[in-house]
């Protein structure tokens, strides 16, 4: 099993950007495809992006290419999720998904899960 942290959530205003992370307990990160899910309050789990273990993305939607990018970075069994431009309706907890063999965008696939960092994006 792996544990998982986010961390760099927090209040920010529209049009602002922020970087969250996602810091792995495995030696075996670069093996693992690492996902972004949100859940904003009355709402579904929803799929943002993912990243294969081959550095393959995947968006939810195109309207977040360019605004939202997925990295990581293996030698600090590390994610990322870069969110700039960031718009109102972006409001909701952020959760860091892994898991060794799944790489869609079911959140039944993933494993493991992180505890969620709550990013509020003021209008």
């Known amino acids: 099993q792996v544990q998982l942290v986010e961390s760099g959530g927090g209040l920010v205003q529209a049009g602002d950007s922020l970087r969250l992370s996602c810091a792995a307990s495995?030696?075996?990160?670069?093996?693992?495809?690492i996902a972004w899910f949100r859940q904003a309050p009355g709402k579904e789990r929803e799929f943002v992006v993912g990243?294969?273990?081959?550095?393959?993305?995947?968006y939810d939607k195109d309207s977040m290419k360019g605004r939202f990018t997925i990295s990581r970075d293996n030698d600090k069994n590390t994610g990322y999720l870069q969110m700039n431009h960031l718009k109102p309706e972006a409001t909701a907890v952020y959760y860091c998904?892994?898991?060794?063999?799944?790489?869609?965008?079911?959140?039944?696939?993933?494993?493991?899960w992180g505890q969620g960092t709550q990013v509020t994006v003021s209008s």
């Open positions: 998904a892994a898991d060794d063999s799944y790489s869609g965008t079911s959140h039944d696939g993933y494993s493991d």
């Open positions: 495995v030696r075996t990160f670069s093996r693992y495809h």
């Open positions: 990243i294969a273990w081959d550095n393959i993305e995947t």
